[in-house]
Structure formats: structure tokens, C-alpha cells
């Protein structure tokens, strides 16, 4: 039983444009988050995380947004840059960050 | 500095042979992850590692998976009687725990396929 869905296995959106990439999660306990970035042939890389204490937390052109009501995180990347494209995955954790549950990524596309 | 490495990065083998993966997590990472990335599916949380502590095997598919870190540093995991399920990017991540939060800095995987 997944715990952390990404329900869009692809996105494309014209450099320039925000991307907006969603991730849903069940488990109530879930109260730290990530996205990770990967590229072809490349373990995934660490993008932006955030707290259940928060409801956004932003770095440059990436921003995070949390409802825990609705047990949703979106990934926003303003402006789009064709180096952007990459396979995004969101993750989640309980407190004690004993296990990392990943969404099945979102594959994301730029064109220039 | 030198990131999380892995070896072998691709291994080809047939079905029910016995295959050992390495990773060489960053110098002073105290926890250690294994992930497996099946074709078109999400990473599975596979085993940790953390410290001294007894690991986590909770995510370990079957008992011919097992895994191993000596003296803290490099891990080893090892699929017996490999089956053709098992083919996937095996993906091993450490990281520094501090208080708050926790990242992983992942290694780039090991691409297996059972024949």
C-alpha cells in the first residue's frame, strides 16, 4: 500500500513558466517532507524539504507548499529552466527518520 | 569531497545466482540506506542502517535478501537465488543525522538484471 503517491508520472511546461508538481500522502504521522531531483543514470539529489510545522518554505526559484489538512505537498519551480527536466520524487518521514517512504516520481520536461 | 559510490554500477546474472552489491557511504555518515528502484515504480525503502543500533530490515522483500555494514562504514547487500524480480536500480543513500531534519545524499546505483 503506497503511502506517498505522485499521480502524475509526467509533466511538460515551456521554460519560463511555473511548474507545479503534487504529491499526495495517507499517513497522518508524516511530519517531514522532500523532494528530490534525478537525472538519467544518477542516484537522486536532495532539492528543498519542509516541516509539518510549516506550511511553505522556499529556496530561489523552488518552493514547497504543505496541506496537512488535505495530506498534500506541491513542488513549485519559478521560472522554469529546460535544466529543470529530471524525474522529481517527494518523500515523507515520521519523526524518527528511521524510513523514507518516495512517491513514484514525476517526470518532468522543459522545453526551451 | 567524495559522495556515496557503488560498485558494481551494472551486473548482469542469471536466475538463481547469489549477487553482492557494495556501497561506500560519505566518510562520517552515520546512517545508511538501501533502496531498490523497480521499472516505472517509486524507490522501496529496503533496510537501514544507523549507528550501533540493530538496522531497520523492515522493508527487506524476502529472506534471501540480507545485508551487512562493517565497522560502520561500507555495506554490502546480497541477494541469494537471484530472481528475475529482483532486476532493478539498487540505490543505497547516508547521511548525517542532526536534529530537525535529515537529508540523503544518494549514490548513483547499481543497475541489476537477472536473466
Known amino acids: 500500500d503506497q503511502q506517498v503517491k505522485q499521480n502524475s508520472p509526467s509533466l511538460s511546461v515551456q521554460e519560463g513558466r511555473i511548474s507545479i508538481l503534487n504529491c499526495d500522502y495517507t499517513n497522518s504521522m508524516f511530519d517531514y517532507f522532500l523532494w528530490y531531483k534525478k537525472y538519467p543514470a544518477e542516484g537522486p539529489t536532495f532539492l528543498i524539504s519542509i516541516s509539518s510545522i510549516k506550511d511553505k518554505n522556499e529556496d530561489g526559484r523552488f518552493t514547497v507548499f504543505l496541506n496537512k489538512s488535505a495530506k498534500h505537498l506541491s513542488l513549485h519551480i519559478v521560472p522554469s529552466q529546460p535544466g529543470d527536466s529530471a524525474v522529481y520524487f517527494c518523500a515523507a518521514s515520521a519523526d524518527n527518520f528511521n524510513k523514507f517512504y518516495f512517491g513514484s516520481g514525476t517526470k518532468l520536461n522543459v522545453k526551451p | 569531497g567524495a559522495g556515496v559510490s557503488q560498485s558494481p554500477s551494472n551486473k548482469v546474472t542469471e536466475k538463481g545466482k547469489d549477487v553482492e552489491l557494495r556501497c561506500d557511504p560519505i566518510s562520517g555518515h552515520t546512517a545508511l540506506y538501501w533502496y531498490r528502484q523497480s521499472l516505472g515504480q517509486g524507490l522501496e525503502f529496503l533496510i537501514y542502517?544507523?549507528?550501533?543500533?540493530?538496522?531497520?530490515k523492515s522493508g527487506l522483500p524476502s529472506d534471501r535478501f540480507s545485508a551487512e555494514r562493517t565497522g560502520g562504514s561500507v555495506s554490502t547487500l546480497t541477494i541469494q537465488r537471484t530472481q528475475q524480480e529482483d532486476s532493478a536500480v539498487y540505490l543505497c543513500?547516508?547521511?548525517?543525522?542532526?536534529?530537525?531534519?535529515?537529508?540523503?545524499?544518494f549514490g548513483p546505483g547499481t543497475r541489476l538484471l537477472v536473466l
Open positions: 543513500a547516508s547521511s548525517f543525522r542532526r536534529g530537525g531534519g535529515e537529508t540523503q545524499y
Open positions: 542502517f544507523q549507528g550501533n543500533s540493530a538496522p531497520d
